[in-house]
């Protein structure tokens, strides 16, 4: 990837980030920590890897995405509204009774969702739906979905992952954000769900390893997953939960919380909006 | 002796036959394509056919996908893995975003017979009842099973289709007309209605025949379709008998019985006995055998309408 472009994808990032944390100021609620941690893998695939269009978000041939860490949709819109499927200033609305932006994505209402997701577990079975549905037609269309590390602990994730690495659906590539928080504290803390290579190499997947806010890194597992043929792709993202906002990193109590004025302006600062 | 056929049996031969017709109909399975009867579709139809191994919720999501790319998934199971276990997935993936999702549940009822209790679902349709946006279909024999198959492809949207285990009698004939939602008249009465659903269609009727006896009229109606249920068939029965009895394979909790009584409490308050399984569990026997047993025969059926027609004011 040549500088200009790492530079521009690092800039609208940073507006995929200002973007999350309007939302949950605004709506002083909502999942900043998961939702910063996946903001470079959220510009990565729509600015980049993904064969999509905002002015036509119901072409039957587009590139599929599933959030299915559903709860991230702060990072969903955001990314949305850079890519011009959604007004920037909507974001504001997120959560309000009054807006069409759900506190997890609802595909009936938000153009350019194309899964309604949340209850863990079901997106990445929807995506092997999708990416079998692509094989049946010889279609090219590719299906992504992001997972979190928690959202590894549902039983149907390992389902989805049998049933995907049994059809061989190499179109289907999942990015799996380690951030190793989850509500209840550290993965090693609840139930831990590592090591992931080996449980998806025994499933019959791909596996690839990235830093989470790594461009060039993101170009190559991307490209690499293209080109794995007979083989789903898992990208074992290692992320930094709250990314990017210097009191949310790492700190396991910003999964779901909104953040007061005070820690507002120092989370703007943090972004360079200040 | 009337021809006899499981419902089951029907949707496996109906899903074979509208393959050829609709080319986007897909099936799915979860390691019971055998007794589900889909095994009729997959050698008929291989390349559209997915076994999902014995992973119900993941089933469940692939006709998802599947379906938001074009397709027209039939997922299939027991009622009690197809609605049961994987109720959280209809809920949230197919129901909330009202995906075009067919689930083809057999086994439903006490009519499983042998396997006993934890694979005799008698919840189902209450279940399926709670989620917004669900048609529910529970045809009562061979010939409605194949018109519902049919009808569920050409609607828009999430439909919940219920068949059973056991052959039962071929009730209807091929000048038989079905449309979702509109409940059907099978018989005429003045001292009572009998609403049925199911196999407890023909027990329903039989019923009848055992009121005649007394000089008690009974009306039968068939409501195949659950949700929407036909609110002005059942008010009209409701106004012209004065007295309704739903007979149902299902508990009576959040089932027809519980759906007629709220359809009646609100538009024309009448008394409503229900038959069906009384907030029990099942148990292993002969299906025919365990009919009786729950108190789902047409003799039950006729004493609770005799108790229904002596409530009436």
């Known amino acids: 990837m040549d500088q200009a472009r790492r530079t521009e994808l690092t800039e609208i990032a940073r507006r995929v980030r200002v973007g999350i944390i309007e939302e949950v100021f605004s709506a002083k609620s909502g999942h900043p920590g998961g939702s910063l941690s996946i903001a470079d893998i959220l510009t990565y695939l729509y600015f980049e890897e993904m064969h999509i269009d905002p002015k036509k978000p119901d072409d039957p041939e587009r590139d599929r995405f599933v959030l299915s860490k559903g709860h991230c949709a702060p990072g969903l819109y955001s990314v949305l509204a850079q890519r011009g499927y959604l007004p920037v200033e909507d974001l504001k609305g997120f959560r309000h009774t009054d807006s069409y932006l759900q506190g997890h994505p609802d595909m009936k209402h938000t153009p350019g969702v194309d899964m309604s997701s949340g209850s863990l577990g079901q997106g990445v079975s929807v995506s092997a739906g999708m990416a079998l549905a692509a ?126 004025a005070e820690q507002y302006e120092i989370a703007m600062k943090d972004l360079g909006e200040r | 002796m009337a021809e006899t056929m499981a419902t089951r049996e029907a949707y496996g031969k109906a899903l074979a036959e509208f393959g050829a017709k609709y080319e986007n109909l897909v099936v799915l399975d ?24 014995i992973a119900e919720n993941n089933m469940i999501c692939v ?84 018109l519902a198959v049919e009808a569920a492809i050409l609607t828009q949207g999430p439909c919940y289709l219920r068949f059973g285990r056991m052959a039962v009698p071929t009730l209807f004939g091929s000048d038989y007309r079905f449309e979702i939602g509109r409940g059907v008249k099978l018989a005429d009465g003045t001292d009572v209605t009998l609403v049925a659903t199911g196999i407890e269609v023909e027990q329903a009727l039989l019923a009848k025949e055992l009121l005649a006896a007394e000089n008690i009229s009974a009306a039968v109606v068939n409501i195949h379709t659950i949700k929407p249920i036909d609110a002005d068939l059942l008010t009209a029965e409701a106004q012209r008998t004065g007295a309704i009895v739903t007979c149902e394979e299902h508990t009576v909790i959040g089932g027809l019985g519980g759906a007629v009584a ?23 026997g002969p299906a025919k055998e365990l009919v009786s047993y729950f108190g789902l025969d047409a003799a039950a059926i006729a004493a609770k309408a005799k108790a229904a027609v002596a409530l009436k004011k």
């Open chain 2, 262 to 284: 709220e359809c009646l409490a609100e538009r024309c308050p009448v008394p409503v006995l229900r038959v069906g399984v009384m907030d029990t569990f099942g148990r292993s």
């Open chain 2, 63 to 146: 006709a998802v996908g599947l379906a938001l790319s074009g397709k027209i998934p039939f997922a299939s199971s027991f009622a009690m893995f197809a609605a049961g276990r994987s109720y959280e997935q209809v809920r949230n993936a197919v129901g909330y975003p009202h995906v075009n999702v067919k689930i083809g549940a057999t086994h439903a009822g006490i009519t499983v017979g042998e396997d006993g209790a934890t694979h005799q679902c008698c919840e189902d349709i209450a279940l399926m009842r709670t989620i917004p946006g669900m048609t529910i279909i529970n045809p009562a024999d061979g010939v409605e099973a194949r």
């Open chain 2, 30 to 53: 979860a390691d019971l394509a055998e007794a589900t009867k889909t095994g009729t579709f997959k050698k008929a139809f291989p390349d559209r056919f997915f076994d999902c191994g």
């Open chain 1, 135 to 260: 094989k049946m037609d010889g279609s090219p269309r590719r299906v992504y979905a992001i997972m979190g590390d928690g959202e590894s602990e549902e039983g149907q994730v390992w389902e989805a992952a049998m049933f995907a690495g049994h059809h061989h659906l190499d179109n289907l590539c999942w990015i799996l954000d380690l951030n190793g928080l989850q509500i209840d504290g550290a993965l090693e803390d609840v139930v831990d769900p590592r090591p992931h290579d080996a449980k998806f190499r025994a499933f019959g997947w791909n596996v690839l390893e990235v830093n989470a806010h790594d461009f060039d890194e993101l170009e190559t597992a991307f490209a690499a997953a293209r080109a794995a043929k007979g083989k789903p792709t898992v990208i074992i993202a290692h992320s930094v939960k709250g990314k990017g906002v210097s009191f949310m990193e790492n700190n396991v109590s910003w999964h779901g919380k909104a953040p007061n």
